[in-house]
């Protein structure tokens, strides 16, 4: 836990540096202050383990995701990781299907739009902390929600039904005698 801490941390000095060295004009500087100021606000929130809030920024910063830079990228999905992981241990399941989804969108988006910087930050990253692999995650977490789509569509049901459908009706035929099977 301390590693995540010292990462994000981290993550939130490196997306607020950038912003500081701004010599656009007044529109810019707002928004590298929107910026900085949610970056601070998303890092602040998950030092003191205020996931709420930290569910909310990331929400909100992940709807301009294309702008990101892949330090605020690696932040963001460090908050639905941490929001997903708060998840599991509650059983919120609903929650938990919310920021997987979340989080592969915001993966995807990012890696789509700067692949060779994001999968720097993402190496950054596990230097930091060894045990976060994004890439990883990522995939986890799609063969997740992929099961559960699955599930919900009844193709997954559907399949396990027949299967076991199949398996009964052979072991009824083997092991009881004709006379004694019911009439189909």
């Known amino acids: 836990m301390r590693h995540i801490l010292l990462f994000i941390m981290l993550g939130a000095a ?14 810019e500087a707002s928004v590298a202050e929107s910026v900085e100021d949610q970056n601070t606000q998303l890092a602040a929130a998950l030092n003191v383990g205020d996931l709420r809030h930290a569910s909310e920024m990331a929400d909100s910063m992940s709807l301009f995701v294309d702008d990101f830079t892949p330090e605020q990228t690696v932040q963001v999905l460090m908050a639905f ?18 920021t997987l989804r979340k989080y592969v969108d915001v993966y995807d988006i990012a890696v789509g739009a700067n692949p060779n910087d994001t999968r ?7 230097k930091l902390n060894p045990a976060v692999d994004f890439d990883s ?48």
Do not use: M, W
């Open 14 to 27: 490196l997306a607020v540096v950038p912003g500081c060295g701004s010599k656009g004009g007044n529109a």
């Open 81 to 98: 990781l941490s929001v997903h992981n708060d998840a599991v241990a509650k059983g919120d399941r609903r929650r938990d299907l919310e």
């Open 120 to 126: 720097a930050a993402f190496a950054k990253a596990k």
């Open 137 to 184: 995650v990522a995939r986890s977490f799609r063969e997740r929600l992929s099961q559960y789509d699955a599930i919900q569509d009844g193709s997954l049901v559907a399949a396990e039904a027949e299967q076991a459908d199949s398996a009964a009706k052979d072991s009824v035929t083997e092991e009881i005698p004709l006379e004694l099977r019911p009439a189909e």
